[in-house]
């Protein structure tokens, strides 16, 4: 069974673009999570969706946004990108919510803005 | 809030060494507890879990157990190989408000010689 796909693999943005992350999860699972990774240091909680409904978010600006769609699949959206945004963007799945629910995550998305 | 708090590293150790990582959460409630691994250049791997008190996690020769009177989850392993060199996160789930956030602690960079 495939793991959870993230598109693109790498990319390079100028400051004040858009991007557009993609994520899809692991068959049969409801829940989609995204998370910000700067070089160095642990993820960040970014968003969290559940049957196409936020269930939570983390301190981001309004610059970041996202939405999951019918199939549970996922896009992350950040406008007027800044030098400090370029890191690992990961998306994680899992089955439903609840502290049993194992949370994977997929390779990754790394962005670079110059 | 909930936050989780590494050993710094790198740590390095010759191989067949045994390995502790120590980590130690603050959380309301009862959190679930997690390791995950990221080799260079890669995304999150699932290493074990432990979902309630005195339950231990263990893969690939890895265990940790779930200590709530210390609020502690080390990581351990009896002979370490080159190939387990990475960096391990320790993060727990965040269930306030709902949800699947996990917070992470910052990481420790394991780094096996020959």
């Known amino acids: 069974d495939a793991g959870v796909t993230q598109s693109p693999t790498h990319l390079i943005k100028t400051r004040g673009q858009h991007v557009t992350l993609r994520c899809s999860p692991i068959?049969?699972?409801?829940?989609v999570s995204w998370y910000q990774q700067v070089l160095g240091q642990g993820p960040q909680f970014i968003f969290q969706?559940?049957?196409?409904?936020?269930?939570g978010r983390g301190n981001f600006p309004d610059r970041f946004s996202a939405r999951q769609f019918p199939n549970y699949s996922s896009e992350l959206n950040v406008n007027a990108l800044l030098l400090g945004d370029s890191a690992l963007y990961l998306c994680?799945?899992?089955?439903?919510?609840?502290?049993?629910?194992?949370?994977?995550f997929g390779e990754g998305s790394w962005l670079t803005v110059v | 809030g909930n936050s989780v708090t590494q050993m710094e590293g790198p740590v390095t150790l010759s191989e067949e060494a045994f390995l502790t990582i120590n980590c130690t959460y603050t959380a309301t409630g009862y959190p679930s507890l997690f390791w995950y691994v990221q080799y260079p250049g890669e995304g999150l791997q699932l290493l074990l879990k432990?979902?309630?008190?005195?339950d231990k996690g263990s893969n690939k020769g890895f265990e940790a157990t779930y200590r709530k009177e210390t609020t502690s989850f080390h990581l351990e392993k009896g002979s370490v190989q080159v190939s387990d060199s990475a960096v391990y996160f320790c993060a727990l789930v965040d269930l306030t408000g709902g949800g699947n956030k996990l917070t992470f602690g910052t990481g420790t960079q394991l780094k096996v010689e020959l």
């Open positions: 994680a799945s899992s089955p439903g919510e609840g502290r049993r629910n194992t949370i994977y």
């Open positions: 432990a979902t309630k008190a005195d």
């Open positions: 969706y559940y049957e196409k409904e936020e269930r």
């Open positions: 068959s049969g699972h409801k829940s």
